[in-house]
Each structure stands twice: as C-alpha cells, then as structure tokens.
C-alpha cells in the first residue's frame, strides 16, 4: 500500500485544479453545434492537435499493459511504439485527403469513396472495436493500477478495483459531455507533460535500484533484441514487422480515435504539423513505458521488489520504489493518462454514432438534439465496455498483448480497404463493402474460437487458432486485398466525377496548392529528424 504525503495529495490537488480550469474555460468558449462539439470548431493549431493524438494514444494501457510486456517480452511489443513513421504518413499524405474534404469521421470519407452501405458497416466495426479494446483495456488497466498501489482491497464489501475505474469513468464522462472535443485536446495538453514526467520519475527511480542500465540488459539478455527468430512462438520478426505495419496503418491513418484530431485542424499545414510534433512524442513510449517493465523484471530478478503478474510490474514499481513527494507526480500521470485515453473514446464514440447512424436516418435532427444522442451514445459504449472485460482474460494473458490480439483481428479489413482506395480508382464500389465485410467476418472468426482453442486441437479448425496471431493478420490482409481486386473484375466502378479528390490521381488543384503552400524547410528537419532516431533505435536493439 502507498502512503502518500501532504505534498504528494497536493501535487494531485493542483492537478485536478489545473483540470477543472481548462475544462471551465473550455465550456465557455465552445459553441452549441456538432462541428464545434465533435471536431473543435476546425480550428485547432499543432501544438494541441499534437499533444491531443499522443495523450489520446497513451493510456493507462501503456503505463500497465506496456509495462507488463516489458517485464514479460523485453523489447519484442517496441515495434508498435515505433511508429513515428506512420504518424507522419498521417500528415504527409493522408490529410490532404482528409481534411479538404471537410468530413466529420472516417466512415463518412469511406462513404464517399465507395458507398453508404461501406460508411454503415465501418461505423458497426469501429464501435465493436471500441468496445473489445478502448473501453475494457483502459478500464481494466485503470483498476489493476490503483488497486495495487493504494493497496486497498474493498470498501464497503465493493471491490476497491471497481470503485477506482469506474469513479474515473465518471468524472472523465463528465467534462467530455459538458466540453465536447474543445475540452479534450485542451486538457490534452495540460495531461501530456504530467504524464510524461511521471513516467520519467519511474525510470529514473528503477534504474537507479536495479544498478544502471548495464544490469537492465544483462538480466534481461535476450528479451533486449528487437528482432527475433522467424521461428519465435509468439514474435517472429516477419510477423512484428509487417503485422505491426498493418495495425499501425489502420491505428494512425484510418481510425476514427486518432484522425478526428487532425479534423479538428485549421488548415492542412497545421495538420501536417500537428502529427510531426505527435511523431516527435511517440518516441518516448519505449523508454518511459515499456523499459520500466525491463527494469521490474530485473528487479524482481534481483530480489528487490516482487510481484504476481506481469501487469502488476508497473503499480509494483510506485508502491515499492518511489520516494514520498513524489508518488503525487506517478499517480497524477496515471490519472491524465486514463482520462486523455476515455475522454477522446467518448467524443469518438459519439461521433461515430451521431453522424453516420443517427443524423443519416433522421437528417431532420437539430443540433441540440444530435448533441444529446452522441451523449446517451457514449454511455452505452462505456456499459457494453465494462461488460466486456470478464472475457478478456480468457483471449491473452497480458493486458498490452490483449490489446494487440485484437486488433490484428479488426486492422487488416480496414487497412486494406482504406490503402486500396487511395491507391486506385480501378477499386469498385462493391469491392470496398466486401471487403470491410469479410475482413471483420474473418477476423471475428479467430476471436470466437481463441476461448476453445483447448478443445478444438486435432480439428480441421485448429489451425486458425494455432495459426501466430501476427501470421493470421499478414494473411488476412492478403486475403481481403485479393477479394477486392477480384470484386473489382466483375462489378463497376464509381464515375470520375465522385472519385474527384478521393484517389491520389485525383488530388484537386486546389488542394495541392494548400499542401505546397504550406511547406517549409523545418517540415523536411523536423520528418527527417524523427526518421533518423527511429533508425537508430532500431539499430540500438537489433
């Protein structure tokens, strides 16, 4: 159990303060309609939207889950935290596409592209994906991490794991509702730096008890290397590298959670930059996240601290290791990042079901009532989410890894979709419906038969459950890439004239202008800059 000081309690006091202010001033300034709820009037500048698409990635999931794959697998899950590259793809080359074409969400661009039925289907996808992994992880993580390092067990015979995540719940749901998307990517901004320099307290802490970073690695030995055997069980480098490719894409470039912060931009340059600065912050989540796990184990290796599962490597690390004043820091982290993370899901949440369901059957909405729907929205999705998390531990034994499972399950449908539409104006309408269907269809198939793959060996079925989960995603996304372009061969295409603006070989002139216009040289530093440090680290850990 934790004791924390007067100075920790007031740390954590100034910082809901702080909180209650941005929220307040939020409020004030925002204006009653669904452009200026859901996507901040189109008037956010880089700083924010940047600040905004990391502390929306960077959950309590990160902070336990990726803290437990690192106490788990060593540096084997880093792949998905080095994806600055793809947060640049974002801001290079999709949000012309995106943000000229003034949508609200991404089914709505798909719509677009292809046709209603595929903005429906996608809308249905991105919901149960948040119910399967946003919802339930972040709960879930939220919970484990305060009840180990309260130390408190129940309270009023109530499990104390459900008191702590559901409380959160709450008063995050509460200022999403009342500040709407104004109200996130300013609170983004104060919740980055907390979270940050909590995470750094931790890894200076730990590495000063295990004995320097020379000890992380020699107790750790194998768990270091970035790339493993073709044959590894669990991470085979063609596996992580493509695999990771694949979820990372459909995550930054065409999910719903991390576009509608570029949406929300005054124009394409911010935008751009926007993820240039996010690309910038992404690269810190190996080291203030993941490499405490290392050092937990190591710590655990050495005698120091102990701990039952590999999620609890993270809350074992405050409650065992830090000294008093500043637990108040650690803790506050933990909060920003669990509320960053619920309060973009609920303004998502929303939106997906406000815009593409029910503002598309009853177009006669006004905007109040639209703006109440989105809310009800979001509580039944935060519901479904609670319900979901019993399940979870029968699918992966380690939060972080969970979270991944499932999304090479959702991602390769998508992503397919999404980068063949782009690519080509030979793609058909049709094609891009069936292939969202059988993606999801496919994918869905695995996480069904994940619980019973016990009683399913010997079967002509094993296989898909046998099958690496990163080999099943590489294979699924070629399945439904080859689907499409069969699809295409036999049905017809959409005309030039809607196709305008929507493939690269249809950029608009306008369009283009605004993307040159905008550029400088600091653009080319700053994209080259996080290329080369994400070269390095690969190179660092091969």
């Known amino acids: 159990m934790v004791e924390l000081s007067t100075l920790d309690w007031l740390v954590l006091a100034g910082f809901f303060v702080l909180l209650l202010g941005v929220v307040i001033m939020s409020i004030r300034r925002k204006e009653e309609d669904t452009a200026d709820y859901f996507l901040a009037g189109r008037n ?128 995050t749901g509460i200022y999403t509702v009342l500040g709407g998307m104004k109200a996130i990517m300013w609170t983004s901004v104060l919740q980055t730096p907390v979270l940050i320099i909590g995470s750094v307290v931790i890894l200076v802490v730990g590495l000063d008890k295990v004995g320097g970073w020379s000890e992380v690695e020699r107790l750790n030995d194998a768990n270091m290397h970035l790339i493993r055997s073709a044959s590894d069980a669990d991470f085979p480098w063609p596996g992580i590298v493509f695999g990771s490719f694949i979820i990372g894409f459909w995550y930054w470039c065409t999910d719903q959670y991390i576009v509608q912060r570029v949406l929300s931009a005054k124009g394409i340059k911010e935008a751009r930059r926007g993820t240039i600065f996010a690309g910038y912050l992404k690269l810190l989540p190996v080291f203030i996240f993941l490499v405490p796990g290392m050092i937990a184990y190591a710590l655990n290796a050495k005698g120091i601290i102990s701990y039952e599962s590999a999620d609890q ?72 989410g609670i319900l979901w998390i019993p399940v979870m531990s029968l699918i992966a034994d380690v939060l972080y890894e969970y979270l991944q499972s499932v999304q090479s399950l959702i991602a390769p449908g998508i992503a397919a979709v999404f980068l063949l539409g782009l690519l080509s104006s030979r793609i058909t309408p049709a094609a891009g419906f069936v292939g969202l269907v059988s993606g999801f269809v496919l994918g869905m198939v695995r996480l069904v038969l994940l619980p019973f793959r016990e009683s399913l060996q010997g079967t002509s079925v094993a296989w898909i459950v046998e099958m690496n989960w990163l080999y099943y995603c590489i294979l ?18 959409a005309s030039k004239e809607k196709l305008q603006g929507l493939t690269f070989g249809s950029l608009g002139k306008d369009t283009m202008r605004e993307v040159v216009a905008g550029l400088d040289k600091w653009d080319y530093i700053h994209t080259v800059g996080i290329l080369a440090i994400t070269a390095f680290i690969y190179m660092r850990f091969w």
């Open 44 to 171: 956010a500048g880089w700083l924010v939207i940047g600040a905004s698409i990391f502390a929306s990635n960077i959950g309590s999931e990160h902070l336990v889950g990726l803290s437990g794959a690192g106490a788990q697998s060593g540096m084997a899950l880093a792949h998905w935290e080095l994806q600055s590259w793809i947060i640049l793809l974002l801001g290079w080359i999709f949000v012309p596409f995106y943000w000229s074409s003034k949508v609200y969400t991404m089914p709505e661009f798909l719509e677009r592209r292809y046709n209603p039925a595929s903005r429906t289907f996608l809308s249905v996808i991105s919901l149960v994906s948040y119910v399967l992994t946003k919802v339930a992880v972040t709960v879930y993580a939220g919970g484990i991490a305060f009840k180990t390092i309260l130390g408190i067990d129940s309270i009023w015979g109530i499990d104390f794991f459900w008191i702590s995540a559901l409380g959160l719940v709450i008063i």
């Open 313 to 384: 490597a993270f809350p074992t690390l405050v409650s065992e290791l830090l000294p008093s004043g500043v637990k108040g820091i650690v803790i506050g982290g933990l909060v920003a990042a669990l509320m960053s993370s619920l309060a973009s899901l609920f303004n998502s949440s929303a939106t997906l079901f406000t815009i593409d369901f029910y503002k598309k059957f009853k177009p006669e909405s006004s905007e109040k009532h639209l703006l109440k729907v989105g809310r009800i929205a979001t509580v039944v999705i935060v519901i479904l």
């Open 476 to 493: 699924l996304f070629v399945v439904v890439i080859g689907i499409m372009i069969l699809t295409s061969l036999f049905t017809a295409r």
